[in-house]
């Protein structure tokens, strides 16, 4: 009977599915992670989602180790090369969290437009506040905006699906996509910023992207755009960032992921009333939990039939 490890909390159906299939399930989403070195070694599989990392010294002792399954798109906190190395297979699951992360990017693009968050902050802080900042939030609509997405795979295309039905049109630029039945591709990301009013990012953080949105890309945007990154930290240079929020040539940056997490108090992005903060939370649904969840239990199943 091969045996499970479960380190990040999961919808508990997991259970039902993995011990159907004949897995000894192990609950561990509440042991330490610096813990999980001492134990690692008599499993067979991991299902982890972002809080474990599948490397160092975890991946070191996990000398029994023949799948991991990740309950999420990215990889980036598993070893893929020693994965590859030691002929251990990784599953993910692409699609089970893609409503969730475009329903907060889409709540990025509402909160910044009618400045809700600073609105709250001020009258909580100080209620007498109440009838001047009703003057001082005179804000915008999004109908009729255009909505700019570098990366138009699933999050980003269920993105433009959503704020169109809004009113907003939906431009784009990928790499590797030409064509997309809901969103108006462009040549270049040029095209896209110099258009775009909000710009939301929906990339992997690898060599190629890493600090991709920084000066030079950002003063192409237009004065007043919203930036929104609910991909991965990293993307977007943070001082830079910071910087063009100052000079007012960005109106609002609105991000879920930081390049070093937690972020420190120093970072300035966390004193700048114009920068929207969530806490990594993008796939936190407890519809996205269930669907990533059954869906890395179902594709851990699959890959043992496969060994």
Known sequence: MPKIILTDKLNEKVVKILEKAGFEVKIAWDIPKEDLPKIIGEYDAIIVRSDTKVRGDLFDKAINLKVIGRAGVGLDNIDMETALARNIKVVNTPAATTNSVAELALTMVLSSTRDVVKGTCEIKSDPSRFKSMKKELFSSEIDGKTLGLIGTGRIGTSLAVKCKALGMKAIGYDAYVAENPVVEMKLSVDDVLKEADYISL?????????????????????KGAVLINCARGGIVDEHAAHDALESGHLGYYCTDVFENEPPSS????????????????????KEGNMRASIQAAERVVEAFKEL
């Not at 953080?205 to 991709?212: I, P, R, S």
């Open 202 to 222: 929906h990339l992997p953080l690898n060599k190629e992207t890493q600090h991709m949105i920084g000066r030079d890309v950002i003063s192409k945007m237009k």
């Open 266 to 285: 120093d970072n300035p992005l966390l004193h700048h009333e114009n920068v929207i903060i969530s806490p990594h939370i993008g796939a936190q649904t």
